[in-house]
């Protein structure tokens, strides 16, 4: 399997000349759906799910569908069955690729608002997509999607991920909100929770893609 990291949280998974697209939002780039037979979303937030960009990718590929959370599947209601929701607990067979889903909760933004639905995707029991969400999946993870940066998240809590999932590789995700500076610092922190573990964690640049 090959993963392609895209703009922000958005990856692209490729097998066997099958493809899915997990998470193409508002920062993703261009080209998100070029090939692809299906999209995951994890939840509603914009720099996750572009519902215009979407629909016309839909509509331009009658071998596109869509798995997602409640509330994306509600939003996307108009496009029938080619939409399908899953949510924690649930395992499918998606474009030739196994995805096992983990997690029900978006990690707090503001206090006392309860949080939206946010579902994660372990594909091929590799490749694990959190959202935005410190999930823990229920079986072990060989290649963590690694949120490196994000509003809900602190440097120590990337750290402590790390060692509860401990994934043999992790790639970071959710990297589209911080200028070069920031990057630098979020990555030494990437490197360092990998050193002390003794695995390959890493920063993606987008486009760069790796075979696992």
């Not at 780039?29 to 914009?46: K, Q, R, S, W």
């Not at 990718?57 to 798995?67: E, F, K």
């Not at 003794?198 to 696992?212: H, Q, T, Y």
Request: glycine share 10%.
């Amino acid at each position: 399997m090959r993963l392609t990291k895209l703009g922000h949280a958005c990856v692209r998974l490729q097998k066997d000349d099958r493809t899915l697209v997990i998470d193409p939002g508002a920062f993703s780039g261009d080209d998100l759906y070029a090939g692809a037979e299906a999209v995951l979303i994890t939840h509603e937030h914009f720099d996750h799910f572009d519902p215009d960009a979407l629909r016309a990718a839909v509509a331009a590929d009658p071998r596109l569908q869509v798995w997602t959370s409640r509330t994306v599947a509600q939003n996307l209601a108009d496009l029938g069955g080619r939409v399908h929701e899953v949510g924690h607990g649930d395992a499918v067979t998606v474009a030739g690729f196994d995805v096992h889903v983990y997690g029900e909760d978006h990690e707090i933004l503001v206090p006392d608002v309860p949080p939206i639905p946010n579902t994660g995707f372990l594909v091929d029991g590799d490749v694990f997509h959190p959202g935005d969400a410190l999930t823990v999946p229920g079986e072990p993870v060989r290649t963590l999607c690694l949120p490196g940066n994000a509003p809900w998240m602190k440097v120590p809590e990337l750290y402590q991920y790390t060692r509860v999932v401990a994934p043999e590789r992790a790639f970071v995700i959710h990297d589209g909100l911080l200028n070069d500076i920031g990057l630098t610092v979020m990555s030494s922190h990437v490197e360092a929770a990998g050193k002390e573990q003794g695995k390959d964690f890493r920063r993606l640049a987008p486009g760069e893609s790796v075979d696992l």
